[in-house]
């Protein structure tokens, strides 16, 4: 039924030049917004060429309580403190997509912060214990007994709240918050509003290619990573990751990429191919710089300037990844995985010249990578 509501909405917009209300919400639970929030801003961008309203909403109350979407825990509290601080990094970052003059950003503080009891106690009738515990997130944690706190169940009823004042036509969200979206239309109906309809987008891997990119899991490339960090980390992506990437991030025509794929095949080295992917992404993001990251990346990795006598090591590994501590022990970088696991809390790995803060941070198969652990340093190939 959502699928065919937003067919008829926007097909009813067109025909009748409407302008629709497209909303998109961000808790500023990290500093940075990284690539994997592209993929929204992205649709976001193209409803605003469409002529429509583009609302770019800050979860600056809804952060104090956490997404629950795609967690078997509860999420730690961030204070107040930090997602203002957080916010303000958002509103610089995000207009390196979206059109400024077209992009009304709003704070759900400005409506939450004032909602008396009775208000409140109106929103949480509009939904069911039982109903939440269909969520397959809440489900899992349900039956396995573990923890599920109050806060959890308010959070989808307090977004869906956010699409009652701010009269959304159109939600969009990653496909972990189809959940909260749907909610959002029986929020609406209880306050007599029309409903939303909602899009979903896919979710990002992360530089691991396993989980979705995130901050908190060190997995993730920020917008404002310098153009060599960037082109850096595009590059350490695995073979199989650079198509999902090439599918989410690039701006390419398919029958382009389809083209990338069979010249593979006929024999071009898969590295030449990830030259452009990441060439394409540090110029969108850093104008006239990605030509020079990819110089800069050739000299460093290519050429030898790292070191004259840098060996490269050879890792057999039976997966298609395998843990980075693993592999430091067994290049002879260091004696042990504790020590690797220790040297990683003290901030003294680097993966491609990036600092390593993740100790479950891996490599993948067939890729090369820089490794360094102080002024020690390895060409590695697992």
């Not at 208000?119 to 039982?130: G, Q, R």
């Amino acid at each position: 039924m959502w699928r065919k509501s937003f067919q008829k909405k926007f097909s009813g917009a067109n025909k009748f030049k409407k302008t629709l209300r497209i909303k998109a919400g961000f808790d500023p639970t990290s500093p940075d917004l990284h690539l994997g929030h592209t993929v929204l801003l992205n649709k976001m961008k193209l409803f605003q060429d469409l002529g429509h309203e583009v609302i770019f909403l800050i979860g600056d109350f809804t952060g104090l309580v956490g997404d629950p979407s795609g967690v078997n825990e509860t999420r730690p509290v961030l204070s107040k403190e930090q997602l203002d601080k957080n916010a303000q990094t958002y509103k610089e970052q995000v207009f390196k997509i979206l059109d400024p003059s077209k992009t009304e950003i709003r704070y759900n503080s400005e409506w939450m912060q004032n909602v008396d009891p009775s208000e409140f106690i109106k929103m949480l009738s509009s939904y069911t214990v039982a109903r939440m515990l269909e969520r397959d997130d809440f489900s899992k944690r349900y039956k396995a007994q573990q923890p599920i706190s109050i806060h959890e169940f308010l959070y989808p009823i307090l977004q869906g709240f956010d699409s009652v004042k701010l009269d959304a036509d159109i939600e969009l969200g990653g496909t972990d918050q189809k959940f909260n979206l749907l909610l959002g239309r029986e929020v609406q109906k209880h306050y007599g509003k029309d409903q939303q309809s909602i899009l979903t987008v896919p979710l990002l891997e992360g530089l691991d290619g396993v989980k979705k990119m995130s901050k908190s899991l060190g997995n993730y490339i920020a917008l404002d990573d310098s153009p060599d960090e960037m082109f850096g980390k595009l590059m350490s992506i695995s073979d199989k990751l650079m198509w999902r990437y090439f599918s989410l991030l690039s701006f390419k025509q398919m029958d382009v990429i389809e083209g990338y794929k069979l010249s593979i095949d006929g024999g071009t080295n898969p590295r030449d191919i990830k030259f452009l992917l990441a060439e394409e992404i540090v110029e969108r993001f850093h104008p006239n710089s990605g030509e020079k990251s990819k110089e800069n990346f050739i000299n460093r990795f290519q050429k030898g300037k790292i070191s004259q006598d840098l060996k490269e090591i050879f890792i057999d590994i039976t997966s298609d990844e395998e843990l980075l501590t693993r592999v430091m022990k067994e290049s002879d970088l260091l004696e042990s995985t504790s020590e690797a696991i220790r040297m990683i809390k003290q901030g003294a790995v680097r993966v491609n010249d990036e600092k390593v803060s993740d100790t479950k941070f891996c490599l993948q198969k067939g890729t090369k990578y820089l490794v360094q652990v102080g002024k020690k340093e390895q060409q590695i190939l697992p």
